[in-house]
């Protein structure tokens, strides 16, 4: 087998390796929560698998978290008030998060593996909540002001942000930001090392 074609096979299987792993980390993930929202542990994946695979993986490896919360029933309240608008937000938001973490790796490279594995792990949280907050106010902003009276907030914003997404937004940005460079040098020493001894 040439190169060429060995290289798209270790892609194309790393690929579906990482698919799995947002599977099954989001499904763990439902059971795991700080609030009333799931903690994404499923972002670490997807970072990495945009790092070592490029912009256009970690768009596919954030749709497949998206699909994975939709039938999950983990958005099934948001469901009931905006079927549409729910596919869009939650569809959009991972996918989205994820060809952000592939393209600023991509352009940050050049300046260091480690510097565009960090930027990489800062903005995908970044854009999955930031894009979750957005559809927030979009389509479901009334209903939220409804649950955050009954919470005891006078403030909807303050609402979304300290009872909603705040502890939520924070566990994910540091575990990316933490585990992500980590495990991409690691696998790509791991690569590298096999690249020279074959």
């Keep these: 087998m040439d190169k060429s074609k060995s290289f798209n096979v270790r892609k194309f299987v790393m690929l579906a390796l990482f698919t799995a792993i947002v599977?099954?980390?989001q499904s763990i993930g439902a059971f795991i929560r700080f609030g009333p929202f799931s903690i994404s542990l499923v972002l670490l994946p997807i970072v990495v698998g945009a790092a070592l695979n490029g912009m256009f993986a970690g768009f596919w490896l954030g749709l497949v978290?998206?699909?994975?919360?939709?039938?999950?029933g983990d958005a099934t309240v948001f469901m009931g008030i905006n079927?549409?608008?729910?596919?869009?937000?939650?569809?959009?938001?991972?996918?989205?998060?994820g060809l952000a973490a592939g393209t600023v790796h991509k352009?940050?490279?050049?300046?260091?593996?480690t510097v565009a594995a960090l930027?990489?792990?800062?903005?995908?949280?970044v854009i999955n909540t930031g894009l979750f907050v957005v559809g927030l106010y979009a389509f479901f902003w009334p209903t939220i002001s409804e649950w955050g009276t009954a919470a005891g907030f006078t403030n909807t914003a303050a609402y979304v942000f300290l009872g909603m997404i705040g502890a939520n937004f924070l566990f994910e940005i540091v575990v990316n930001v933490v585990l992500s460079p980590v495990i991409v040098r690691l696998v790509q020493y791991a690569q590298e090392r096999r690249a020279t001894a074959s």
């Design 65 to 72: 978290f998206g699909l994975v919360v939709l039938f999950s």
């Design 107 to 113: 352009l940050l490279a050049k300046k260091g593996r």
């Design 119 to 125: 930027a990489a792990a800062i903005v995908c949280p």
């Design 23 to 25: 599977v099954v980390l």
């Design 83 to 97: 079927l549409p608008a729910t596919i869009l937000v939650v569809l959009g938001k991972g996918a989205f998060a």
